[in-house]
């Protein structure tokens, strides 16, 4: 079965950056598209990007360009989501989420809260 | 990029409902349209995907249909454990774009 199993809940100050994991079982690492999405309280879902971890390029929605990088290790069968100059505005659960490429995300990781408070 | 829109942005009905929400898309996707639930402090869960395609284990009351702009996600029969809300998107290319959601609730 598959299993994407995230990195625990984190504070940041305004201006930080925050990493979060993302670490796959059960299933072909490398050749699926890992997507990050993020949720604020109380909003709908929003596309940060992905990456296809055995082209190992991430890429971004046009709102996150210059402020996310997203990688992957295939050693690990993990993936990573880095979030720059954080603002209270990035207070979210950043989930990430696996798909074929041009397919729906059909398995999720449990979430991420990340709290960006001075 | 691609826009994602919904109607109504919330809705409420009773149990044994048939209930439509609808999904739009600013550009031609074909059928590149998938529908997720997302249950109170829960994580999203895949419904329907290629826009009519049910996915495993999904009930049976849930349907999806539509191409290129216009998409409907349906319920045949509303029940008390269909509480969520309902996101659409589009995944041709990426980045992947939800729509805003629908909350269903019952009445």
């Known amino acids: 079965q598959v299993q994407l199993v995230q990195s625990g809940a984190e504070v940041k100050k305004p201006g930080s950056s925050v990493k979060v994991s993302c670490k796959t079982s059960g299933g072909t690492f490398s050749s699926y598209v890992i997507t990050w999405v993020r949720q604020a309280p109380g909003q709908g879902l929003e596309c940060m990007g992905g990456i296809i971890p055995m082209f190992g390029t991430g890429n971004y929605a046009q709102k996150f360009q210059g402020r996310v990088t997203i990688t992957a290790d295939e050693s690990t069968n993990t993936a990573y989501m880095e979030l720059s100059s954080l603002r209270s505005e990035d207070t979210a659960v950043y989930y990430c989420a696996r798909g074929e490429q041009v397919g729906p995300l059909d398995f999720w990781g449990q979430g991420t809260l990340v709290i960006v408070s001075s | ?107």
């Open chain 2, 1 to 107: 990029d691609t826009q994602m829109t919904q109607s109504p942005s919330s809705l409420s009905a009773s149990v044994g409902d048939r209930v439509t929400i609808t999904c739009r898309a600013s550009q031609g996707i074909a059928n590149f349209l998938a529908w997720y639930q997302q249950k109170p402090g829960k994580v999203p869960k895949l419904l329907i995907y290629a826009a009519s395609t049910l996915q495993s284990g999904v009930p049976s009351r849930f349907s999806g249909s539509g191409s290129g702009t216009d998409f409907t996600l349906t319920i045949s029969s509303l029940q008390p454990e269909d509480v969520a809300t309902y996101y659409c998107q589009k995944y041709n290319s990426a980045p992947g774009t939800f729509g805003p959601g629908t909350k269903v609730d019952v009445k």
